[in-house]
């Protein structure tokens, strides 16, 4: 922007008074600070200001209807000290994990699929929309519409029964992990492919004929061409699941029939219960955990490399 | 509000102007409040026109919150009652945190002993509670008879008043000044399915019976599911409590362990939070023993599903709601809120909470606007002699069927303990919440 503007700025100075010269190098000082002013605003208003509350609300006292303005580490120690903490920190990295290394096959595959094997650009851009189709209803229609399926005396049971595949319904299906995990899957799929794919279309075709022609396998070509090139998209996908699977609260309430445990969930019942230092002190530890998986994702691939 | 009543006397002519005028001067000593209310009762038709502007916001829990309220109110008294209804949390909270955003709260006692402390609310001067003496005993001194036994946790009548005006310090007996005027209560049991269970139910402990694993629920609202728990673990005989309504930390820890290892060997299918969540559990079959409330029992049955109310040999866990005034509520409102929680102890509402498997506050009232095989039926026990019709019509229960645990004298005398606020809530919090997450 500047770069471009710079020779017509100087141009149309040297033609002008003195004065309005000075005029315009000082507006050129200050044009970056202005365009970057709406901006910071936003981040400041939006996002700070919010975050610094929450810090500063996580040193507050609190009773069971009110909070006190103070400075307390009870909060931190409370959270920290506390086993189930670190128990409920397990779970939610569990569930991170397990979606993660589920939806990155998924998300890896189907944006092969499309990148390389749909050879027709409409056709990529028809399957790609038809990726999107489950993203038309909202994530709690998704997620509930499992629970009649998975039930005890749900779809999927019966028809197992029926087919004489078991006798007894499986119980495991719905208000367990696996019932969690398979709803964040769903949910959350949408978010790896799109990156993946994204970075695949960008791919140059010439590497993978030039890996063929020097004699690679598919395989070979999927490990050491492909992959390498589409890690930027697979970080910003892992990035989106990750930092929402650490975040979420209603899957893991919904899916697990409030017997699993997430972070979340635990700020949530805390809200819930007005005790908003503990629920705001255990945002920040979250907010810290998740900032440095991020940071160690981005440690390991460059995503700006890609944008 | 000022443009209301400087409004009124104006239209209403010179008569109105000077008894208004000397009404003022003969109650100087009193606050606006009481002037507003000595309009109201010698020129009802100026109010009446002023008060079809009113619209008041009430908000609480689902059980109460019904449209139907809303629609008579405006049929009856001409003004507009906005209700929200939200989780029992959602509403201790939003009382504390947001009190210019309701009128009037409808709220359980338990509620109550955490929200009027924080004097968000102004407690109701029973002198204009017309049927005030009618109310049931239960929230005035404890005792539904004379002789019954006041129950454990936080009983109505304990946080029912406060000791003036301005007070939010709890009284220890009834005062002219009640926190809540009670609306609707009822006596909680297990909910089970019969044709699943396979045996007589008749105890709390069987809730934790292993041949209901991976079939039983408990609901995951602290302070109501720890008495649930604390039924539970007093009829297994594991823990004693000195009031099961107000733990030590030590009756905690033992209630919650019992309950943790029962959930680490797969005894609960599910914990639910909201009404409909219970009925799914039940009427679907993943839960086929679990607490609930009496309406969720009759959704359940409502799809042809056999659901049962059990009563048990320990008794009920009760609970009670009521009005409360939220306290920026002034003049014309603040008359409109009472006419309000006059109508609502009349009988209408009455009759309609008793149609829904509730109790109301005021009996009598409510007697007269039910027939007599209804009263029969919901209040006293008997078997219907005709089919028992919902308030909105449907068949709940067909001719010759008996209420789960029979009359009121039979299921309201049996309460062992009530909902409760306990001093060691934060501990309880904390441990609740390590049990859900365990």
Redesign the interface.
């Known amino acids: 922007m500047t770069v471009s503007a710079a020779p017509s700025e100087a141009s149309s100075a040297s033609a002008a008074p003195r004065s309005g010269g000075v005029r315009r190098s000082v507006l050129r000082r200050v044009a970056p600070y202005l365009q970057a002013g709406p901006l910071a605003l936003t981040l400041l208003v939006f996002l700070l200001i919010p975050i610094l509350t929450i810090v500063a609300v996580s040193f507050w006292d609190y ?4 909070i006190y303005p103070d400075f307390v580490l009870t909060n931190y120690e ?1 959270l920290l000290t ?1 086993p ?1 903490t670190w ?2 920190y397990l779970n939610t990295v569990k569930f991170a994990a397990l979606t993660w290394v589920i939806t990155l096959l998924i998300g890896f595959t189907v944006a092969y699929f499309l990148a390389f094997h749909v050879q027709s650009t409409t056709w990529q851009m028809v399957l790609f929309l038809v990726c999107t189709i489950p993203f038309w209803t909202s994530n709690i229609i998704r997620m509930i519409s499992w ?2 399926f998975l ?4 779809l999927l049971n019966s028809g197992l029964i029926s087919a004489g595949l078991i006798d007894q319904p499986l ?1 495991f299906l ?2 367990s992990d696996f019932a969690v995990v398979l709803a964040f899957v769903h949910l959350y799929a949408l978010f790896m492919v799109v990156p993946i794919f994204n970075s695949m279309m960008r791919i140059d075709r010439a590497l993978v004929e030039a890996a063929r022609d020097g004699g690679a396998s598919a395989a070979q070509v999927v490990w050491n061409v492909i992959l390498p090139l589409a890690k930027p998209g697979i970080a910003i996908g892992s990035i989106f699941v990750v930092t929402l699977v650490m975040g979420d609260f209603i899957t893991v ?1 919904l899916m ?4 699993s ?1 997430s972070i979340g ?2 700020i949530a ?7 908003y230092p503990a629920a705001a002190a255990n945002a920040v530890v979250l907010l810290a955990v998740v900032l440095i998986m991020v940071v160690a994702m981005l440690r390991i691939v460059d995503i700006r490399k890609e944008l | 509000m000022t443009e209301t009543r400087t409004g009124s006397p104006l239209s209403a002519g010179t008569t109105t102007g000077v008894s208004r005028r000397t009404l003022l001067k003969g109650t100087a000593a009193a606050a606006g409040v009481a002037i507003g209310s000595g309009a109201i009762t010698g020129f009802p038709t100026i109010w009446a026109q002023n008060i079809k502007n009113v619209t008041l916001r009430q908000f609480g829990t689902g059980v109460s919150n019904l449209n139907a309220v809303a629609d008579k109110v405006k049929e009856d008294l001409g003004f507009t009652l906005q209700m929200t209804a939200l989780d029992s949390d959602a509403v201790a909270q939003r009382a504390v945190t947001q009190p210019k955003s309701y009128d009037i709260a409808d709220i359980e006692y338990w509620i109550c002993k955490k929200v009027f402390p924080a004097g968000v609310m102004q407690p109701m001067d029973v002198s204009k509670i017309k049927n005030f003496d009618k109310i049931v005993p239960i929230f005035v001194n404890g005792k539904l008879t004379p002789e019954s036994a006041v129950a454990q946790g936080t009983a109505p009548h304990t946080v029912g008043f406060v000791e003036g005006k301005d007070s939010i310090k709890f009284a220890k007996s009834a005062t002219q000044w009640m926190t809540l005027i009670p609306t609707i209560y009822n006596a909680d049991t297990l909910g089970i399915r019969p044709d699943l269970v396979g045996r007589p139910i008749s105890s709390w402990k069987d809730l934790l019976d292993p041949a209901f694993k991976g079939k039983a629920s408990i609901l995951n609202i602290p302070s109501i599911g720890i008495m649930d728990a604390a039924m539970v673990c007093e009829a297994m005989g594991e823990v004693k409590y000195g009031d099961k309504g107000n733990m030590t930390k030590e009756e905690i820890d033992k209630t919650l362990k019992i309950m943790t290892d029962a959930k680490k060997a797969g005894q609960f299918r599910a914990f639910w939070k909201t009404f409909d969540e219970s009925v799914n559990l039940m009427s679907s079959g993943e839960v086929i023993i679990q607490s609930m409330w009496s309406p969720a029992v009759a959704a359940v049955r409502a799809k042809g599903i056999p659901c049962v109310y059990q009563p048990l040999k320990e008794g009920y866990r009760a609970w009670g709601g009521g009005l409360g005034i939220a306290k920026h509520l002034s003049g014309l409102e603040l008359e409109a809120a009472y006419e309000y929680i006059n109508w609502y102890l009349s009988g209408w509402v009455g009759a309609y909470l008793n149609r829904q498997g509730y109790y109301s506050a005021v009996l009598d009232t409510a007697k007269e606007h039910m027939s007599p095989d209804e009263w029969a039926f919901w209040m006293e026990g008997q078997p219907a002699k005709t089919d028992i019709l919902s308030p909105e019509g449907k068949v709940m229960e067909k001719a010759g069927a008996v209420r789960d645990g029979g009359s009121f004298q039979d299921r309201m005398g049996r309460v062992a303990c009530w909902n409760a606020v306990m001093d060691e809530d934060r501990y309880m919090v904390r441990k609740w919440n390590e049990f859900i997450a365990a």
Do not use: C, H, W, Y
Not at chain 1, 63 to 66: F, L, N, P, V
Not at chain 1, 151 to 154: A, E, K, V
Not at chain 1, 256 to 259: A, D, N, R, V, W
Not at chain 1, 269 to 275: A, K, P
């Open positions: 009773d069971s209807i009110r409370e506390s189930v128990k409920t629970i009649p039930g005890r005396n749900g119980e719905l208000f309430r697990s029939g409030g017997q445990a969930l635990m019942n805390e809200i819930s219960l007005l005790q």
